[in-house]
Nanobody, 121 residues
Framework: QVRLVESGGGLVQAGGSLWLSCAGS????????MGWYRQAPGKQRELVAQ???????TYGDSVKGRCTISADNVEKTGWLQLNGLKPEDTAVYYC???????????????WGQGTQVTVSS
């Protein structure tokens, strides 16, 4: 069964940095895209960053200039670094990936379990 396994997050001081990783688990043929979304209490889920198989990156407006996303297509793993953390970066961060399982060869969208990030001022 294909799933995403997230790691990182927790309590971080304002001005510090955050590192998250997300690994595809199971029989996966291809990584099409990988990214992170976040959702703060009372707010809609928003894009943090996304990277395509070919390396094209997209960043949310609130993190531009502070965020770097990367991925390894062979290992089906992605990494997110967010610098200059602010209290408003506090949210649950969800890994998102479009993966093609070996069994079906049809790509599907998968979500991680989410990880809490709290930025203390």
């Amino acid at each position: 069964q294909v799933r995403l396994v997230e790691s990182g997050g927790g309590l971080v001081q304002a001005g510090g940095s955050l590192w998250l990783s997300c690994a595809g688990s199971g029989s996966i043929s291809r990584l099409e895209t990988m990214g992170w979304y976040r959702q703060a209490p009372g707010k809609q889920r928003e894009l943090v960053a996304q990277i395509t198989r070919s390396g094209v990156t997209t960043y949310g407006d609130s993190v531009k200039g502070r965020c770097t996303i990367s991925a390894d297509n062979v290992e089906k793993t992605g990494w997110l670094q967010l610098n200059g953390l602010k209290p408003e970066d506090t949210a649950v961060y969800y890994c998102n990936a479009v993966l093609t399982p070996l069994a079906s060869e049809i790509s599907n969208t998968y979500w991680g379990q989410g990880t809490q990030v709290t930025v203390s001022s």
